[in-house]
């Protein structure tokens, strides 16, 4: 449920925005993109409100028309998320009403105020009355704020189911030997789970208590299947450490990190369901009405599509999908990283438009791979001479055989690759140049395991990622 109407107005101002604003709008805000969003509402609100407030000392039913002008934005936003429930209009309602009660009450406490005028005691009288109103009007603004709270303790619930959750089977993450280099700076191999990168459509984040999660596996299928959680979780639980990153991620980005994640294979679920030969995508949904298309195959060719229920050994995080939520190495997140899943029907591409392909973004979102240094940053003054650079690189589902570096344009200089622990995860490397005094510019690519150089070839990442060098300046001094 929704807890306010800014809150609806925000998110259908998400799922109506072109996907190369929003593109824009990661990139720029990062994390307080949806908080900077809100403000913007806020104060576009107070200012409407106060041109409201001055038309209705004359004209009270062009008042209540800016009013129901208002509340039909917000109801147009919410009926603009993919399943809007019913639940999900009640803060518009409300809104309206609280809206249309405070404004009769105040204007009628300041018409009194403005008739009986001048000084003298029936004056008093007036402003006593109209000050009894406002705070009349901030006692409702209150209690309008305390059902949103009592809404919100949904997610204190299911706070505590989690913290209470033990999963047979999922252990704590170990890390593997080798992975890391000692460089200082250099971005850690293991991501903890509070810093994991986060991007998704919500404002407000599902609370869903395991007992009340189900899935529903159906469509283009011999039989329909639905799992409780404990269905799920008594399955045998895989993990692995998987590397995921987001389609949003300019090159030498952070929206990457790497985490063991626990849960239950998709390719048994969907062989038990029986598909029909002709099905190539399944459409998935999230509690909050997000759908995504993965590409059927990756779901089934024997990498570790699963559906998680666990982080870095601990239930997942509210944040990251609490109870469960899928995860299928060498996709971007936007065509499988479904959080809060409970949706999965197996269809064809050429039946269905999801969330971001509606917004121009490609269909099937296979990675790309990408290469970042970490050590030094662009920009950095470093002492001429050696120059010891760092970082990462990935290519999910294929995996990554060496890491060259250039300087200056000239010839590529192989890395030192740390232990590379899987094809699914990052690895970090590092190379030491020498740089002479003055300004420098390094750049870094990748190589695959099939030989396939990464591109230098710059490319936005609308529709389907970027692509080109990572590239820092640095100046080197005596």
């Not at 005691?121 to 709270?149: I, N």
């Not at 890390?175 to 000692?182: Q, T």
């Not at 990283?337 to 269905?352: G, L, P, Q, Y």
């Not at 590379?420 to 300004?439: F, I, K, N």
């Amino acid at each position: 449920m929704r807890e306010s109407p800014v809150v609806a107005v925000a998110e259908g101002v998400t799922a109506l925005t072109p996907g190369s604003v929003v593109k824009w709008a990661i990139n720029t805000f990062d994390r307080d993109d949806k908080k900077i969003l809100v403000a913007g509402i806020l104060v576009l609100l107070a200012i409407i409100f106060a041109l409201i407030g001055r038309v209705a000392r004359r004209h009270w039913w062009i008042a209540v028309g800016g009013y129901v002008v208002l509340a039909a934005v917000a109801f147009l936003a919410v009926a603009a998320k993919p399943t809007p429930a019913l639940i999900d209009y009640v803060p518009v309602v409300v809104g309206l009403l609280c809206w249309v009660i405070v404004l009769a009450v105040l204007a009628e406490g300041l018409r009194r105020w403005e008739v009986v005028g001048g000084p003298g005691p029936v004056s008093a009288h007036a402003r006593r009355q109209f000050l009894v109103s406002v705070g009349g009007a901030v006692a409702l603004a209150a209690a309008a704020g305390l059902v949103g709270r009592v809404a919100g303790s949904a997610r204190r619930r299911a706070e505590a189911s989690r913290r209470l959750l033990r999963i047979e089977g999922v252990t704590a993450p170990a890390v593997p030997d080798g992975v890391s280099l000692p460089v200082p700076g250099v971005t850690p191999w293991a991501t903890p789970s509070e810093p994991f990168y986060l991007i998704d459509t919500t404002f407000i984040k599902p609370t869903i208590e395991p007992a009340e999660w189900s899935i529903r596996i159906h469509g283009m299928v011999d039989r329909e299947i639905t799992l409780t959680y404990r269905d799920l979780v008594a399955r045998e639980i895989t993990q692995d450490w998987i590397t995921l990153n987001c389609v949003s991620n300019p090159v030498g980005g952070d929206l990457v990190g790497n985490a063991w994640w626990s849960g239950v294979r998709l390719a048994p679920l969907l062989a038990e369901a029986g598909l029909h030969p002709d099905a190539d995508a399944v459409l998935q949904t999230s509690d909050d009405g997000w759908t995504c298309g993965t590409p059927l195959a990756a779901l089934t060719d024997g990498r570790n599509a699963m559906l998680a229920v666990a982080m870095n050994g601990e239930p997942l995080p509210i944040e990251h999908g609490f109870p469960v939520r899928t995860i299928v190495p060498g996709l971007y997140g936007y065509v499988s990283a479904t959080k809060w899943v409970v949706d999965m029907e197996v269809t064809r591409f050429d039946r269905f438009t999801a969330y971001w392909t509606a917004k121009g973004w490609g269909e099937r979102g296979p990675v790309k791979i990408a290469s970042r240094i970490d050590v030094p940053r662009s920009g950095d003054e470093v002492p001429a001479g050696d120059l010891v650079c760092a970082g990462v690189a990935w290519f999910q589902h294929t995996g990554i055989s060496a890491v060259q570096v250039q300087v200056d344009g000239g010839a590529w200089q192989d890395a030192e690759l740390a232990q590379v622990a899987s094809a699914d995860t990052w690895v970090q490397w590092r190379r030491t140049v020498r740089v002479e005094e003055g300004e420098h510019q390094v750049r870094v690519r990748a190589v695959d395991r099939d030989g396939t150089v990464q591109t230098g070839v710059v490319a936005d990442v609308l529709p389907d990622g970027a692509t080109g060098w990572h590239t820092i300046d640095v100046t080197a001094q005596a």
